[in-house]
């Protein structure tokens, strides 16, 4: 028993010494153009579906299977880092602050997000609908988005590179429809 134990404490001290470190990402920023605000500001909300709240990276592997990345995740809670890059987008294409969506009566853009993440094909995706609200509360028509970016290379960082132009594209998409008032 003892031997046996003494040949077994190397395979297993090997197993916990073969664990990856996790590696954490973020969104790129959005691109330097600078934002001259000059109307009223608006809200954005953003609403993901359930497994995108989790710290880890999404991957579709076929029409209907999903995985998350263990040892990848984004680096803060994806909710608000998604608002946030978002936001900081619809800001420089408009000329508009976009802020926080804190219930003040102002119109706003509410974004539910059913994929964000890679793709086996190589293509990363932002895929979901938006709809304005008007200020008084009233909900207009919804436009669905399907953005599909190729990635640059391998890996996650390039991922996340690809996904930040996702959200490029659909802040472009937003700003081109007029917002209530």
Request: charged share 25%.
């Amino acid at each position: 028993m003892t031997r046996l134990l003494a040949l077994c404490l190397p395979l297993m001290l090997a197993a916990c010494a073969g664990t990856p470190d996790v590696r954490y990402y973020l969104l790129p920023p959005a691109a330097d153009t600078p934002a001259t605000v000059s109307e009223g500001a608006a809200g954005v909300d953003v609403r993901l579906a359930g497994y995108l709240a989790s710290p880890s990276i999404a991957y579709r592997q076929g029409p209907v299977r999903v995985s998350l990345a263990q040892f990848h995740q984004w680096a803060e809670a994806p909710q608000p880092m998604l608002r946030r890059a978002l936001a900081e987008r619809l800001a420089k294409r408009t000329g508009r602050a976009w802020l926080a969506d804190d219930g003040r009566a102002a119109p706003r853009v509410l974004v539910e997000v059913s994929e964000f993440g890679g793709s086996d094909d190589g293509t990363a995706r932002v895929g979901g609908h938006y709809r304005f609200i008007t200020s008084d509360g009233k909900a207009q028509e919804r436009w669905p988005f399907d953005i599909r970016v190729p990635q640059q290379g391998d890996g996650y960082a390039a991922l996340a590179e690809a996904l930040g132009e996702g959200v490029d594209r659909l802040a472009g998409e937003i700003a081109a429809r007029p917002l209530p008032r």
